[in-house]
């Protein structure tokens, strides 16, 4: 206890040294430090925004815009990282020796190629090979893929749309509790209901029972074409796009890796005593190998999460505005304040890597043996 306790006024001695050097050297140079340049308008644009703003806006609007759109690709990211991920490192181990060697020569090229000429390449293959708006691809006639982005319908929300979220909460809540009470009663009695079917509509008809109660509380903006580009709904722009779509494939080879070493780290026995119990090959890896997998796959796919939250700090390579475009980038450059607006950018990393590390380790936590 007494080492630990001198450890940490040392490192806080240090801390306090630096913190007073740095504010000495500020005074010397007549400035001074502090954070009131975040309340004046920050005189730049920021072409994409999922909140209100402007060139007259905030600098503090304009980190939150940043971060909003940095949390954006992160999400997305880790999403299709992780379907590309598994899908992958399962088919890696199939026995089909042209699909093994196809997934071999995706993860292999994928991970030794650096993330930033990935990104670089999706955003020229989307800029220069997609068509102009005016012979944009259809789909369906309501989204249209251009080179300047990709346009969909955008929902429109009345107030009474609450009654639909609302019940699309209580459809989830519903689902989880019923999928908890069919898996005790499967390891009580051995029968098993359809889970995902029922889950399934219980999560789509109750929001949509919700919906025609309310009276229909939402509408849609079509995109439509005037003049030289699509105007009205939402567009997904080309940036946004090559840059979820690099992270995603990059990290997924990684945890395509990681899944595979996890699947071989199982017993071939538990597959063989699937197979004498009558399973088939799918409800034994979904229901048998993979549930023991994740034991071990899950402790080296936060490292890959967090990497590829990261690895979203290079968007300024094709000009999407993160949190470093914005308050780390144009803010920094505008008001001078580099030690406030990079402590800023450190700050939001920090917690986002902690966020993910903390609800990670939970479910790693949650899904690991207990020791009796």
Not at 54 to 69: K, P
Not at 134 to 145: E, N, R
Not at 275 to 283: D, E, P
Not at 357 to 371: D, H, R
Request: glycine share 6%; charged share 10%; with cysteine.
């Amino acid at each position: 206890m007494i080492i630990q306790i001198m450890v940490i006024v040392i490192v806080l001695t240090l801390l306090g040294f630096f913190i007073r050097n740095t504010l000495n050297n500020l005074e010397l140079l007549g400035r001074e430090a502090g954070y009131g340049f975040l309340f004046t308008p920050s005189n730049y644009d920021i072409n994409q925004h999922l909140i209100e703003y402007n060139s007259r806006s905030t600098h503090l609007r304009a980190t939150i815009v940043g971060l909003i759109n940095t949390g954006l690709v992160a999400i997305c990211g880790i999403v299709l990282a992780t379907i590309i991920g598994f899908v992958a490192g399962v088919l890696r181990l199939s026995s089909n020796f042209l699909i093994n060697r196809i997934v071999y020569a995706f993860v292999e090229f994928s991970r030794n190629v650096p993330v930033l000429l990935w990104i670089l390449l999706w955003h020229g293959v989307m800029v220069h090979s997609l068509p102009h708006p005016k012979q944009a691809v259809t789909i369906a006639d309501v989204s249209f893929l251009t080179n300047r982005g990709f346009y969909v319908p955008k929902p429109l929300l009345e107030p009474m749309f609450w009654w639909v979220a609302v019940a699309l909460v209580i459809g989830i809540a519903g689902a989880a509790m019923f999928a908890r009470y069919s898996q005790k009663r499967q390891e009580a009695t051995g029968q098993r209901y359809p889970v995902i079917w029922i889950n399934s509509a219980v999560i789509i008809v109750l929001p949509l029972l919700a919906y025609w109660m309310a009276g229909s509380p939402a509408t849609l903006e079509m995109p439509v074409f005037k003049g030289f580009n699509f105007q009205g709904g939402l567009v997904l722009t080309p940036e946004f796009l090559a840059l979820t779509l690099a992270l995603a494939v990059y990290t997924g080879a990684f945890i395509a890796e990681i899944v595979r070493a996890g699947i071989l780290a199982v017993s071939h026995g538990q597959t063989e005593a699937a197979y004498a119990l009558g399973l088939k090959s799918n409800w034994t890896m979904r229901l048998v190998i993979l549930p023991q997998a994740l034991r071990v796959i899950v402790p080296p796919m936060i490292s890959q999460y967090l990497n590829l939250t990261k690895n979203s700090s290079l968007a300024i390579a094709v000009g999407y505005m993160d949190v470093v475009a914005t308050i780390g980038g144009i803010s920094l450059n505008q008001t001078g304040r580099a030690l406030e607006c990079m402590s800023i950018v450190l700050s939001i990393y920090l917690c986002i890597s902690l966020l993910i590390s903390a609800f990670m380790n939970w479910y790693n936590k949650k899904i690991s043996l207990v020791e009796r």
